[in-house]
């Protein structure tokens, strides 16, 4: 089948636009100036205010992975709305990190989500939690240009590679210039196109005339004449109780792995108050929900489709395409010039979220782990801090891009990217915010449990096989059935706490000598929330030599 010139061309004016946006936007605020400092592009200068913010907040949740991955599990055979949980979880984590983080770590001041770490435990610990911090973006990285591949492949018969190259580099080379004002102001037009494509391809696609009513087919087949639907696609009958802690260990991922996030913290730390940083979480709460609905009905209708009397040409969509289910649909049963402006819809969902991750991971890279360590020899410049982050979004944005083209499930790269930092960063945030006796002792001892217990756990999705087998493990089909996340989640939540409790004792009493305590917590002082200034980087520039010096 030979490229769509049409919509080649409405991809590419598309994509004009919002590169000039980007542009437009970094220029505005002075990105391209000489005496611009590396915490601007991080924070936009905590500029943000709610109406930006909140758009910027709900666009970078709104992936392609968000909105492919949720058609493509509605639609799946065995899974079904009911195992469609990130839509809801992640909507949940908007409203627990609001609570729970947004307002104190505006209140103090940070620049990034690892500071706390870096202030506390030292540069090398806040190295360490860095890892997890950077495959997790990674992965959501390449979940999302996934997600873009496999509908320019299918709508308009790009090459999916290709496809993905493409629309990788243009998010790249703006967010170079303009940091988080180009992502910011980005994403308010991306949102606006996501909510418009989405929803006017809905009476299309549900008045086709291949398209059984999905109300029939949401249980059962009784009503559907014919055998060549789907069906079933609230997949009540996949849940029984030999899955329910498979079923809550995801879950429980979804809400609380949703939090530890650069991404999700550049925006509240980038806000003009606390308030405002809460506002922006709880509001786009009901955003993300508002734009996961039309993909839950795309997928309702792929699974009610007959796909005999469209031009598909099978009568099944097989296994290997699920993660096609959103773009199939737009292609086969909607017009071509919607099918385009659906198109455009996925195209800004990608776009949105690629830009925010590859400037999340090299944020954290710049400020957490360059920073601190070229300090050792000297102050870097502001120049030169910009060039290392630059060249960092290169770095993270090529990676994503060679993920996305080796995984074939959109909705399961988009699950993967939370499990390290549910499993590693969520019991490290919890703890440093909320136990002030917590140490480097504790952190590094479940930092190093976790990834053990984690690894030991397998991953079907990258081809890991367990070699620790948990309560309810299934030998005939190698899966973890108990909650096992969730379990090593908590434990380490208990190992930083006793571990940090009874490091601090023993060098405090003299148990142990104080010259063996190079995390100095016997003189620590814990960390307090009072109202810093917004001078976030005189704040840490002042005490980068006290922070370097630490293990």
């Given amino acids: 089948m030979a490229v769509n010139v049409w919509g080649i061309v409405s991809i590419v004016i598309f994509y004009v636009v919002i590169f ?81 983080f947004a307002g ?15 202030q506390k435990y030292g540069s ?8 997890p911090a950077f495959l997790g973006d990674l992965f959501w990285t390449a979940a999302v240009l996934s997600a873009l591949g496999s509908t320019l492949a299918v709508v308009i018969n790009l090459d999916i590679t290709l496809a993905i190259i493409i629309s990788a580099s ?34 299309f696609a549900l008045t ?11 249980f059962d087949l009784l009503n559907v004449p014919g055998n060549n639907v789907t069906g079933k696609w609230i997949g009540y009958e996949a849940l029984d109780e030999s899955r329910a802690g498979y079923y809550l260990d995801r879950f429980l991922l979804l809400i609380f792995g949703g ?22 979480s709880f509001v786009a709460t009901f955003g993300c929900l508002f734009s996961a609905a039309p993909a839950v009905v795309i997928g309702a209708i792929a699974a009610s489709t007959d796909w005999n009397k469209t031009d598909f040409g099978q009568t099944l969509i097989p296994a290997d395409r699920y993660r096609d289910v959103l773009p199939i649909v737009l292609q086969y049963l909607c017009p071509p010039a919607v099918s385009f402006i659906g198109l455009g819809a996925v195209s800004a969902a990608v776009m949105s ?39 960092f979004i290169v770095f993270t944005g090529a ?56 690894i030991g756990g397998g991953e079907a999705i990258i081809g890991l096989q367990p070699f620790i087998k948990f309560p309810l493990f299934d030998e005939d089909t190698q899966v973890q059935k108990f909650p096992y996340k969730t379990m090593i989640m908590v434990i380490n939540i208990i190992t930083i706490l006793v571990i940090s409790w009874a490091t601090k004792a023993l060098f405090k009493k003299e148990i142990l000598p104080r010259r063996f305590d190079i995390f100095q917590t016997a003189d620590h002082k814990d960390i307090s929330y009072h109202k810093a200034t917004d001078k976030a980087d005189d704040q840490f520039d002042g005490d980068d030599e006290n922070f370097d010096t630490k293990l």
């Fill in 170 to 203: 243009i998010a790249v080379v703006y967010t170079l210039f303009g940091g988080l004002y180009s992502v910011a102001y980005t994403d308010v037009i991306q949102l606006i196109l996501i909510w418009i494509g989405l929803y006017l391809c809905l009476p």
């Fill in 20 to 100: 000039a946006v980007g542009i437009w936007a970094g220029w505005r605020n002075k990105s391209f100036s000489k005496n611009v400092k590396s915490e601007d592009l991080i924070n936009a200068g905590r500029s943000i205010g709610p109406f930006v913010g909140i758009f910027t907040l709900t666009a970078t949740w709104v992936g392609g992975g968000y909105i492919n991955g949720t058609a493509e599990y509605v639609f799946a055979p065995g899974r079904g709305l009911i195992w469609t949980q990130a839509p809801v979880g992640y909507a949940l984590s908007l409203i627990l990190g609001g609570f729970l």
């Fill in 399 to 454: 990676a994503s891009t060679l993920a996305a083209i080796k995984v074939n499930s959109t909705y399961e790269l988009w699950l993967l990217c939370s499990d390290l930092v549910y499993v590693i960063l969520f019991p490290q945030l919890l703890c440093i915010m909320y136990v002030p006796f917590s140490n480097g002792y504790g952190s590094v001892t479940a930092y190093i449990l976790g990834w053990i217990l984690r």
């Fill in 104 to 118: 104190k770590m505006r209140k103090q001041g940070y620049v990034t989500m690892l500071d706390p770490f870096h």
């Fill in 259 to 280: 939090m530890p996030w650069q991404v999700y913290f550049q925006r509240v730390l980038s806000a003009k108050t606390p308030f405002v940083a809460q506002t922006l």
């Fill in 353 to 391: 979220s690629v830009d925010s991750s590859v400037l999340s991971a090299s944020s954290m890279f710049t400020q957490n782990v360059y920073k601190p360590f070229r300090s050792l020899a000297g102050k870097p410049s502001e120049t030169e801090l910009i060039w290392v982050m630059r060249a």
């Fill in 124 to 131: 090398i610990m806040a190295a360490l939690l860095y890892i």
């Fill in 208 to 218: 086709h005339d291949a398209v059984t009513n999905i109300a029939d087919t949401a």
